[in-house]
């Protein structure tokens, strides 16, 4: 998800002031011109007269992993290759307004496949599977408001990245990492260094505003891996085409982006957030029931010019609001949760650019005794955090499989993580990261309190997954980040993860990606009349 090629991924870890040119993975903060979020950058002119901009990107990933569930006696090793193709075209009509569409296509074939015809069986490889052919950006940009040319206005379908991308970044777990859009409205106003926007998401859980082609089936029975929607849904509520979450998502809400200060950026926001319609059946133990909650958070920058290189950087977030009991009579539950994280990071300036980052991570987790709801809700972030720059730490490419076991792929809650990273480029073409992180839970695993005994609607979490302990495990990753030329760029990443006592079979796990993308763009002026 948030799983970038090394030019991809400037955006999703600058301040949003500055993330307006550059672009992450599925894929930017998409508040400036799109052809440079395209990953591109603007041809000189672009912005001063009326012009197109027209191109393509390809990425091929080679990836697998073995054991999210940490249990050596379940056949879950998979290999695939992933084909992804997006055309754009970005119109650009003079100094004022922008209109920019990018499609999206990814073919998906799987050398090892533990679905089919049956994990019990083998793990065979399966057919390959076309995808669908979707819009991946749609919209309109009023770039300056004549007579009050702070002001601009975003609207449509573009992708969202603020910070490090720790709430805001790829709000859809289900569809992995081919894309990471929002559909927004976006008004802004610009003062000096300061930024005001007042965002408007609506996330639904299939693909309800345009238009998708070669759809996926609701299920797949020859190959299930081509299933469209998750397991243990409510057959009802299941349509065609790729689900992309659990659930539907509106949220409404200000960022609040300053660079007044030489040494100092700070960000604050608040977002009222709806999710509601989970396809899960009410009797499985990872749904989740209609919820409302309002967040409070912020975030700090501070460079210290004390010490050349060493910048300090924290966020943190409150949420509070009702979460509903789905029954008459039975009185909702209270949310109250929060997060936050800090981290140090020390570049030197060498020859080889290296650097230093050490941090710490918290998510509140659901006490198992309490009727509140505790766990920590990332809003827009079902994502896998994954930094190439080396301006923010990167989570993890693998865990985001065992989080599935939880209340959903890529979603980070009831968390304690400390973890150090560096990295060193030893010539312009090659850039070496590792790290390691130790990850702990704020509580043992705990079913959301719809599910508790002698609640609304009880339910366990299965047999055999999750132990008693605060332990989540220990984290090793390397990473080679590679530059052939501006057009051709990629990475490879490896994790191990050990498992700790919050989890009951303990069997280590694996995950590997092998990734290159290409970036073909040409720029015209609109002919003169």
Known sequence: KTEATAADTAAATKPAAEADAVKRDSDTAK???????????????????????????????????????????????????????????????????????????????????????????????SPFMAGELWFDNAYLKLKKVPGVENLSLQAGRFEIVRGDGWLFSDPSGVDGSREGYDNAFDPAYRHKNSNLELIG???????????????????????????????????????????????????????????????????????????????????YYTYLPDRRYTLFGGRAVQRMNQVPGLSLTGEFAYEAGTENSMKAGVPNFDIRAWGGYGYAKQKFNVKTKPYVTAGYWALSGQNPNSRTVGNFDPLFQRSTNMSLTGEAPSWSEFYIFSQGYEEGSYYWTNLKMAQVESGFTPVKQLTFVGGYAHLDSMQPFAVNPYHAVGSVEPAKAAAGVFGDGLGRGQLAKVRMIYRISPSVQGYVNLEKFLPGDFYTPQHSGYWFRSEITYRFNRFAPFPKL
Do not use: C
Not at 53 to 78: C, I, M, Q, S, V
């Open 31 to 125: 508040s400036s011109s799109s052809a440079a979020a395209a990953g591109q950058p603007l041809a000189t002119g672009a912005k001063a007269e009326a012009s197109v901009t027209y191109g393509f990107d390809e990425r091929f990933r080679f990836e697998g992993y073995n054991n999210p569930d940490f249990n050596n006696a379940k056949h879950d090793r998979l290999n695939q290759l992933r084909m992804r193709t997006r055309p754009y075209v970005d119109l650009n009509f003079g100094e004022y307004l922008e209109g920019y569409v990018r499609m999206g296509w990814e073919g998906v074939k799987r050398t090892n496949d533990a679905s089919y015809p049956s994990a019990k069986v083998n793990e065979q490889a």
């Open 201 to 283: 998401i609506d996330n639904p859980k299939y693909d309800e505003f345009f238009p998708v082609w070669n759809k996926a089936p609701i299920i797949d029975a020859s190959n299930p891996s081509n299933s469209g929607t998750i397991k243990n849904n409510v057959a009802s509520e299941a349509q065609t085409g790729k689900q992309l979450q659990e659930w539907d998502q509106t949220a409404i809400g200000a960022y609040y982006t300053n660079r007044e200060l030489k040494d100092t950026d700070i960000d604050a926001y608040t977002f009222f957030n709806k999710s509601y319609g989970d396809i899960r059946k009410p009797t």
